[in-house]
C-alpha cells in the first residue's frame, strides 16, 4: 500500500535531495508538489521544484506555485546559504515540464477534499504559508490530514537564521502557529536531527559515485555545505528536508518524544523560536512528535540507495 503525500517546498538544494528521495522510493505516492516563497522566492522555487522533476525524469509529477510571501511578514530569504538560484552548485536546463494553472494552496485543499480522509500526508520542507492559508480558507479539511511530516524548529540547536529561530518557522511564524494549532498529527524533524546528518566528504563521494544525479547531488552539497562549515565548523552540509521522506519511509531511524511545542510570534528577539516542552516542564498539550536524534549511517545508506535507482 503506497502512502499518499504532497510536498510543500522552497528549492533550495536540500529541498531537491528530499524530492528525489521521495521520487526514488515505491512506498510513496507524490500526489504533488507545491512551491512555497522561503530560500528564494516564488518564481525560483516552483521553477526548482520542475528542475527537480525533470532531472528525475518524473514529469508527471503536478508542480503547484503557492502563496510568494509570508501572512502577515515580509519575506526573508537565504541567497547566503542556496544561492542566487536557490540551486546553486551545478548548472542544471531550465524545466519544460509546466507549471499547473492552480495556486498550490487550491491543489492542497481540493486534494483533501477528494481524498479518503486520513489517506494524505502533507510533508512542509520550507515555511509553513501554503499549509497554514489552506487551514483557514477551509478549516473542514484540518481533520482529512493523515499527518504533517515537516522539517522546521529546534530545541537543543536552537536557532540558525537568528540566535533563536530556524528558518523554516522564522520566515512565517504566524503559519506556524495556525499548523501547530491545527490538532493534524505533527511530526518535527528540527535542527537538533538535521544537524546529525552531515554530507561528509565519505558520504558526498558515495553520492558522487552514483553517475549523473548523484554528481548532481554531490554538487548541491558541495555548494551549500559554506554556510554551516563557516557558521558551526560542521564536518558537512547538513542535510535538513530528506530526513522528513526518510522518516515516512524508515521511521526507525528516528527517536523523539511526544511533547508540546508552541511557536513565538510577538517578540522580535526571538520570533519564529519553537518552544519545546522537551522536558515536560509544564502541563501544556503535547501536540507533536518532535524528533531529537537520528541513525545518520542509516540514513545516508537509504539516500544512496534510493539516488541509485533514479
Ligand atoms: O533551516 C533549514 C530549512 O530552511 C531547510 O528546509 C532549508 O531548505 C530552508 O528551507
Ligand atoms: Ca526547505
Redesign the pocket.
Known amino acids: 500500500m503506497t502512502r499518499k503525500i504532497i510536498i510543500d517546498t522552497?528549492?533550495?538544494?536540500?529541498?531537491a535531495v528530499a524530492i528525489l528521495l521521495a521520487l526514488a522510493s515505491p512506498e510513496l505516492e507524490v500526489l504533488g508538489i507545491t512551491a512555497v516563497a522561503?530560500?528564494v522566492p516564488l518564481s525560483l522555487t516552483q521553477k526548482n521544484a520542475r528542475i527537480v522533476c525533470e532531472l528525475a525524469g518524473k514529469t508527471d509529477v503536478p508542480v503547484f506555485a503557492g502563496c510568494d510571501r509570508p501572512l502577515a511578514r515580509n519575506l526573508v530569504t537565504?541567497e547566503h546559504?542556496?544561492g542566487k538560484t536557490g540551486l546553486d552548485g551545478i548548472d542544471l536546463p531550465d524545466p519544460t515540464m509546466p507549471l499547473q494553472d492552480a495556486h498550490g494552496v487550491d491543489f492542497i485543499i481540493e486534494t483533501l477534499r477528494r481524498e479518503p480522509t486520513g489517506s494524505v500526508t502533507i510533508c512542509p520542507?520550507?515555511?509553513l504559508t501554503n499549509i497554514a492559508t489552506a487551514f483557514q480558507r477551509a478549516p473542514e479539511i484540518i481533520d482529512r490530514v493523515q499527518e504533517i511530516a515537516l522539517?522546521?524548529g529546534a530545541y537543543f540547536e536552537v536557532g540558525?537564521?537568528t540566535p533563536a529561530a530556524?528558518?523554516?518557522i522564522y520566515v512565517d511564524p504566524e503559519a506556524a502557529d495556525i499548523v501547530f494549532k491545527s490538532g493534524v498529527p505533527i511530526t518535527v524533524l528540527p535542527?537538533d536531527v538535521?544537524h546529525k546528518a552531515l554530507v561528509t566528504k565519505p558520504r558526498n563521494n558515495a553520492f558522487r559515485a552514483l553517475g549523473r544525479i548523484g554528481e548532481v547531488v554531490a554538487s548541491w552539497t558541495d555548494f551549500f555545505e559554506r554556510f554551516d562549515k563557516e557558521k558551526y565548523g560542521s564536518a558537512g552540509a547538513?542535510l535538513?528536508?530528506p530526513t522528513v521522506i526518510a522518516y515516512l519511509l524508515k521511521p526507525d531511524l528516528f527517536s523523539g518524544r511526544h511533547i508540546n511545542v508552541e511557536i513565538e510570534t510577538k517578540s522580535d528577539l526571538t520570533r519564529g523560536m519553537t518552544v519545546a516542552d522537551w522536558w515536560h516542564v509544564t502541563d501544556r498539550t503535547a501536540n507533536a512528535t518532535f524528533m531529537g536524534d537520528i541513525n545518520a549511517d542509516g540514513f545516508f545508506a537509504l539516500l544512496t540507495e534510493r539516488i541509485a535507482l533514479l
Open positions: 522552497d528549492p533550495g538544494q536540500d529541498d522561503g530560500n537565504a546559504v542556496h520542507l520550507g515555511p522539517m522546521g540558525n537564521i530556524e528558518f523554516n535542527l538535521t547538513p535538513h528536508d
